[in-house]
C-alpha cells in the first residue's frame, strides 16, 4: 500500500517511483502475482530517466519470471540489457550473466553459457555468492562436455573460495568427487 501511494503522488521524483515499483514489484512476487510484478518491472523499464541501479533491478527481475515462464528470448534480451546498460551495479551485472547463461543452456548453447559465466568470475568486484556460482555453474557444463580437469579446477575455486555460500561448497564438493572417481 505505502509503494502504491508513492507511486500515486502527484510529480514523486522519478527515483522514488522507479524504487516504488520495483518493491512492489518484489511484493507482487512473494504473494506469487507474477503479472503484476511484471508489469511494475516493465513500467520502470519504460520510464525515461529512470536510475541505472532502479533499471537493472527491474530488468534482471523481468528476465527471471520470463524465464520461469519460458519466455527464453525474453529472459536474454533483459539480461543482455543490464549487462549493456553503464553504470549497473556490479551486483545486478553478475546476476545477468549467470541468469543468462542459464537461459542459453536451455538453448542447449553450452559455450555461451559458459562464456558468460567466466564474465562474472573477470568481473572486478563481483560479491562473492555470484562469484562462487558462476564458477559452480561453469564447472557442471564443463562436466557435461567431459572437460574434468576445468571442472576439477571451477569446483576447487568455489570451495576454496573465502565467504561462497555454504550450500554451493557442498554442491561442488560432491560434483568435484564425481569427476574425480567417474
Do not use: W
Amino acid at each position: 500500500a505505502d509503494y502504491t501511494a508513492v507511486i500515486e503522488m502527484r510529480a514523486p521524483p522519478l527515483q522514488q517511483i522507479a524504487q516504488a515499483r520495483v518493491n512492489r514489484g518484489f511484493c507482487y512476487e512473494q504473494k506469487n502475482e507474477v503479472q503484476k510484478a511484471i508489469a511494475d518491472y516493465t513500467a520502470v523499464i519504460e520510464m525515461r530517466g529512470a536510475p541505472a541501479d532502479q533499471l537493472a533491478r527491474a530488468l534482471v527481475n523481468r528476465g527471471v519470471h520470463y524465464g520461469d515462464l519460458n519466455q527464453t528470448e525474453q529472459s536474454i534480451a533483459d539480461y543482455t540489457a543490464v549487462i549493456a546498460l553503464p553504470q549497473a551495479p556490479v551486483e545486478d551485472v553478475a546476476h545477468a550473466h549467470i541468469n543468462r547463461g542459464v537461459q542459453f543452456r536451455k538453448l542447449n548453447k553450452v559455450d555461451e553459457a559458459i562464456a558468460d559465466y567466466a564474465a562474472v568470475i573477470e568481473l572486478s568486484g563481483a560479491p562473492e555468492e555470484p562469484l562462487a556460482r558462476a564458477r559452480l555453474y561453469r564447472g557442471i557444463r564443463y562436466q557435461e562436455k567431459n572437460e574434468l580437469d576445468k571442472a576439477i579446477a571451477d569446483y576447487t575455486a568455489v570451495i576454496e573460495l573465502p565467504g561462497a555460500p555454504y550450500v554451493l561448497v557442498e554442491q561442488a564438493t560432491s560434483l568435484r568427487a564425481q569427476c574425480q572417481n567417474p
